[in-house]
């Protein structure tokens, strides 16, 4: 047995303090109460017959002061903190991995708040149960890993941090973490590893992560959840409709985990008031998923939530994280668009259809200058020369002369035939350009690297968008009055597409992100770093590389993203189909690596020795008081 | 302490005492004592010397045997109330004394014997007879007994056989001896009511108790003081000393009664809380103080 509490000396010195002053306490006479009484030789006659056992009496006082010895015994035993010689000089080493992906808030659990709350309770009995010379790492495994301690022998240090835990939005990673926890033990003699977790992880990757650990590995899965009863918003989007800048349209994912069907109704909110309802109108088959448009929704706002509820009503679903997702709406913005021509009606007629989204302003050829771009979004340029090429700015050259600095062009070729699109080009959005009846065009050249030819006849490009440094520009290669395209409604599709693409405006879909990856937000390229601050939590500086600030998220909600010239949103979610299948993987599976807490806490270490001497001395006391109080040791 | 309230209760207490003692009448009791009365009493064998006068001829007419007649001589009966107002007497709370207690009961048998015309005298004592109320008389007397009584105060020691040895000295005219007594006297009772015994009193002992006595509410360590004697006693009182106590004091009690039934003496026992006309009425009952 050793003592970490008190060296055998200092012990010796206080129990026999303590118990020369209970001796002398013992010897002091007592003071007693006087009584004056009728008659004595009654009481004497009593007091006589008790003398007779007057040995007895001065054992039972011999008793009581021993007692009291025992227990002063018992104290300063505790305080000395005695342990058993083997296990104080046994050193491990333990690791504590902590799941606190998003599945770990299932609520799913009794004894706890949720999932989370449990495994963090599980780890403090394992961490109250280890030894002094028990080396101890606590390390959160979420989508990143974080080593919250090196290994530490005080334990106590690391309740503190282990209470601060919280666990995040993002799927776990287990690989990652069993690969740090190998690194990390690597050379030790006597490893354990206790993975607090629901083990809800994508299939195979379990057994994958356990094998990645050295066979001397004790490991130990602290397994807590048992359902997997729940609901998931697994996509959300919502895009402006180009037309009518007004209207959305909704697109969400809704999967059950459920292993029947169950009905669910979904929310919409915009800015947190309620916009929509579509009551009891989705069923989802077991382990199904809906897909759901909702087209021609008008709303205002900026801030669109979206939250799946379970109607059915004996289901109940036990994760709340994922069934509320979030989105951004695009902003609705009027672009200012100077038009330099001659005269084209049909060019203004195109913008004034676009009115709720274009203002133009008609300037001659003869009458612009380089200079004035900056007063504009975004310049048209008809069949005009200009006399110095652009280098940045948002420009569209509709047959720009040939001699002209706007777009260099090799030629002209007559009745060309539009032979080749490229699908999906944000220029040809909404429209058949192969259908154009084209009297003449001009050879636009192409640079190559810079440009992407959305259209073209027999090779010779007929759309043309460049991407050249700060320049973005859209060549239209014909004329649009020796086209048919005046009498379409493909000219005001094709100029909007042609606008939105050099002012990169054709963002009627602002991105969601997801949670557990490094989100690529693009700013202006002139800002240098960006503030983010997630929904819970505090304002994050973020560096900005080449226009995209890198931040990794962890929350779901709104972020707002603010820089030097701007204020915006970027919405993030869950939306991980395999992070929100929470149900844990059957005893079965795992029972090899399964560990009882309680079970092992009683086996592996039990309690310290000295709260079970507290509780004798506590017995002890309470023996005395009864007798002292029955008058059987006075 | 003898108000309004008490007298009617005296004298509740002697309509009783009539209809117990019923058929007797004013001034007809009689002593045991043999005199020249006039009432035939008994016979008695002749010895040389007695009174020609008094032989029963018609008996030696018959029986040729000389026999002499006695008679009973007639004389008011004299009772005796001797008060103890020794200090244990004087212990009690909100002056609910036993002393107090004895005062009445004395008050009120003597009412009943003077309303019987016999003479009463009061004798109050502690180590020996501090004063003394001379036989009185009639009922007009109470009120001088009322008065000697509400004067007495308690102190002292108790000496039961010396005060006795004392009031038999003093007192040579027999009668009744009501003692009216805790009998807390560490040298005993005995030796003081056998004085009263030898000196042919018709003895009867009222022991007063108080309930605090015998369930006195002690625990825990204590140094008890004799109130007569001083004597000091350190004890510790438990719940099992508590339970000999009252055992002792029951047999202390016990050995009184024993020694006063063994001895022809009546003997009561009553707790001063228990109402004094009851203790009264016991003692009617019980017949010995009414003839």
């Not at chain 2, 204590?222 to 000393?241: K, Y």
Request: proline share 5%; net charge neutral.
């Amino acid at each position: 047995m050793k003592f970490l509490g008190l060296t055998p000396e200092l012990f010796w010195s206080i129990f026999g303090g303590l118990a020369a002053i209970t001796a002398l306490l013992y010897i002091l006479k007592l003071r007693r109460r006087r009584v004056t009484v009728p008659f004595s030789p009654i009481w004497s006659r009593v007091v006589a017959s008790t003398e007779a056992r007057r040995w007895w009496e001065v054992f039972k006082r011999l008793l009581s002061f021993l007692v009291q010895c025992a227990f002063l015994a018992l104290v300063v035993l505790a305080i000395a903190d005695p342990h058993p010689e083997e296990r104080s000089l046994e050193g491990r080493e333990v690791v504590l991995v902590l799941d606190t992906s998003a599945s770990m808030q299932a609520l799913d659990v009794t004894g706890g708040v949720d999932r989370f709350d449990v495994a963090r309770k599980e780890a403090l009995k394992i961490l109250e149960g280890l030894g002094p010379q028990d080396a101890v790492m606590l390390v959160t495994m979420d989508g990143q890993l974080r080593p919250l301690t090196p290994f530490v022998k005080k334990s106590a240090i690391l309740e503190q941090q282990l209470k601060e835990v919280k666990p995040s939005a993002t799927p776990a990673n287990v690989r990652q973490a069993m690969s740090f926890v190998r690194d990390a033990t690597r050379g030790k003699a006597k490893t354990e590893v206790y993975l607090f977790s629901d083990a809800a992880f994508p299939p195979g990757e379990f057994e994958a992560a356990r094998g990645l650990l050295p066979p001397s590995a004790d490991f130990h899965l602290v397994r807590v959840g048992e359902a997997g009863s729940n609901v998931a918003i697994t996509a959300f989007n919502v895009r402006r409709y180009l037309a009518n800048p007004l209207d959305y349209e909704i697109y969400v994912e809704v999967r059950s985990y459920f292993e029947r069907e169950v009905q669910v109704s979904l929310e919409l909110y915009a800015d947190g008031e309620l916009l929509d309802v579509k009551q009891g109108a989705i069923t989802l088959a077991p382990r199904g998923t809906q897909r759901l448009f909702f087209p021609n929704e008008g709303f205002a706002g900026q801030r669109l939530e979206a939250r799946v509820k379970l109607t059915t009503p004996d289901a109940r679903d036990v994760f709340r994280l994922d069934d509320t997702a979030y989105a951004v709406l695009p902003r609705a913005k009027q672009l200012k668009v100077a038009l330099v021509t001659e005269q084209n009606l049909y060019l203004e007629a195109a913008l004034i259809a676009n009115d709720g989204n274009v203002t133009y302003e008609v300037v001659a050829p003869g009458a612009w200058s380089a200079a004035d771009a900056a007063r504009f979004d975004a310049v048209i340029v008809d069949r005009a020369p200009l006399a110095e090429a652009p280098t940045q700015g948002s420009y569209v050259f509709i047959a720009p002369p040939e001699g002209g600095a706007g777009w260099e062009v090799k030629g002209t070729m007559e009745r060309p035939l539009i032979t080749a699109t490229q699908k999906g080009h944000p220029l040809l959005r909404y429209i058949a350009a192969k259908s154009l009846d084209i009297d003449k065009a001009q050879k636009l050249a192409v640079k190559p690297g810079k440009d992407q030819v959305a259209a073209s006849a027999y090779g010779e490009p007929m759309l043309v968008a460049r991407q050249d440094g700060g320049l973005r520009a859209v060549a239209i290669a014909f004329d649009l009055r020796q086209s048919s395209i005046p009498l379409r409604v493909a000219l005001p599709l094709l100029l909007l597409n042609a606008l939105d693409w050099v002012t990169d405006a054709g963002d009627s879909i602002v991105p969601t992100w997801r949670t557990g990856e490094a989100w690529s937000i693009p700013v202006s390229r002139e800002v240098k770093e960006v503030t983010i601050t997630p929904p819970a939590g505090e304002p994050k500086q973020v560096p900005v590389y080449e226009g995209r600030a890198i931040f990794y998220g962890e929350q779901v909600g709104f972020h707002e993203v603010k820089t030097e010239r701007d204020t915006f949103l970027a919405a993030s979610n869950l939306a991980n189909p395999l992070e929100s299948d929470i149900k844990p993987p059957e005893a079965a599976a795992v029972a090899a690596d399964t560990l009882d807490v309680a079970q092992a806490t009683r086996s592996f270490q039990g309690q310290p020795w000295w709260i079970y001497l507290v509780l004798a001395a506590i017995a002890l006391l309470l023996v005395e008081w009864v007798t002292y109080n029955r008058r059987w040791t006075v | 302490m003898f108000d309004d309230e008490f007298l009617k209760k005296l004298e509740m207490l002697y309509i009783i005492s009539r209809k117990i003692a019923s058929g007797q009448l004013r001034a007809e009791r009689r002593t045991k004592k043999i005199g020249s009365g006039i009432e035939f009493a008994d016979h008695r064998n002749y010895s040389p010397g007695d009174d020609f006068r008094n032989l029963d001829w018609t008996v030696y007419a018959r029986t040729k045997k000389l026999l002499l007649k006695l008679f009973e001589e007639e004389e008011d009966l004299h009772i005796y109330f001797l008060v103890d107002c020794s200090l244990s007497m004087t212990l009690g709370r909100d002056g609910e004394t036993k002393l107090r207690y004895a005062k009445v009961i004395a008050a009120a048998l003597s009412y009943i014997g003077l309303s019987n015309l016999d003479r009463v005298a009061i004798i109050p004592f502690n180590a020996k007879p501090i004063d003394r109320l001379p036989p009185a008389r009639g009922r007009g007397q109470i009120y001088k007994i009322f008065q000697f009584l509400d004067r007495l105060e308690g102190g002292g020691e108790t000496s039961i056989k010396d005060a006795f040895r004392t009031f038999v000295t003093q007192n040579k005219r027999r009668g009744v001896a009501v003692v009216v007594s805790d009998f807390y006297d560490p040298a005993g009772f005995e030796d003081g009511l056998n004085f009263l015994r030898y000196q042919k009193f018709d003895t009867i002992a009222i022991q007063l108790f108080d309930q605090e006595e015998l369930n006195p509410a002690l625990r825990g360590e204590l140094q008890l003081v004799d109130c007569e004697t001083g004597e000091v006693r350190d004890i510790t009182v438990t719940a099992a000393l508590m339970r000999r106590y009252r055992e002792a004091f029951e047999a202390y009690s016990k050995e009184l009664e024993d020694f006063c039934t063994k001895r022809r003496m009546l003997y009561f026992r009553a707790a001063i809380q228990e109402p004094f006309d009851e203790v009264i009425l016991r003692v009617f009952r019980a017949g010995g103080f009414l003839k």
